[in-house]
């Protein structure tokens, strides 16, 4: 059997043996759209068990089966970091959604502030995007997309030590180191709308002992490009770049 050309996330448990049924979309993109038949090679993950090689035995329009034969990678989990976004438009949204899986968020939550332009999100569509992009870049793990809170509520309930990198455009040309004493622990990263934090979740903001004020350097990013800044600066720093 070659090795696998395609990474599938699967709910399904995943061990030496293991027949792992497809949903009906699963069956139609390996079949129907890449065209694999039985004999064919999946790469395999569910974001506990690791990635496994599987091999089709069955393959139908509506369905499909799976053996798992070996495993090829062990499960790795990315550090407890959640990204914290102000939705905006909807391609640009679609890219948070799927940088931050591949740079590592833990956990993704979609916030409404003051000026967030949008208030809905598909948090479906979301969660795919994020599935989307753990099987094009090789990881195990799959962040959860979170429905969209308010801000204000988010901070008001903010779980025990859980710091909080509070990218401020305010700040934008001054300091942009984290407190290294703190790496190992939850963090969150907050990324604000097009149009910026209100002046009352700034003072807000400023009185948590948990969120610490950060720039992303000298010029005003867009949310989207602010958000992968901010992973960077934070997985260099505090994460696995280190
Ligand atoms: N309309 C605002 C800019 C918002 S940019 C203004 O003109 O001031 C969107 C978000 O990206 C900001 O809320 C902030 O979280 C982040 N961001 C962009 N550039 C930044 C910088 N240089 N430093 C820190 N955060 C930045």
């Known amino acids: 059997m070659k090795p ?4 599938l996330f699967v709910e399904h448990p995943l061990g030496e043996g293991q027949s792992v ?10 079949f129907g759209v890449m065209r694999l038949s039985v004999g064919d090679a999946v790469a395999l993950f569910n974001g506990r068990d690791g990635e496994w090689q599987a091999e089709v035995v069955e393959a139908g329009k509506r369905g499909g089966v799976l053996t798992c034969q070996a495993q090829s990678g062990e499960q790795r989990n990315p550090p407890d970091l959640w990204l914290m976004f102000a939705p905006i438009k909807k391609a640009r949204t679609d890219f948070i959604v799927e940088k931050s899986a591949e740079m590592g968020a833990s ?16 948090q479906d569509r979301l969660q795919a ?8 870049c090789g990881g195990t793990y799959v962040p959860e997309v979170k429905g969209l809170a308010r801000l204000d509520r988010v ?8 710091q909080l ?12 180191a984290l407190p290294s004493g703190l790496a190992g622990q939850p963090w969150a ?3 604000g709308p097009e149009g910026g934090f209100s002046d009352t979740e700034r003072k807000r903001l400023s009185e948590l002992e948990f969120a610490h004020p950060v720039a992303l350097g000298p010029r005003i990013l867009r949310a989207d490009t602010a958000a992968v800044a901010a992973m960077t600066l ?8 280190q």
């Open 129 to 136: 995007h994020a599935v989307e992009a753990a099987e094009q």
């Open 189 to 191: 990263i907050l990324i």
């Open 4 to 7: 696998a050309k395609i990474r």
């Open 234 to 241: 934070w997985q260099t720093q505090l994460g696995d770049w």
């Open 21 to 30: 049924p497809l949903e009906r979309p699963q069956a139609h993109y390996l």
């Open 155 to 162: 901070l008001a309930g903010w779980p025990d030590g859980r």
């Open 165 to 176: 990198m509070f990218c401020d455009e305010a700040l934008a040309g001054g300091a942009s």
């Open 107 to 122: 956990t993704i939550c979609p916030v409404q502030t003051e000026f967030t332009n949008s208030e809905r999100i598909r």
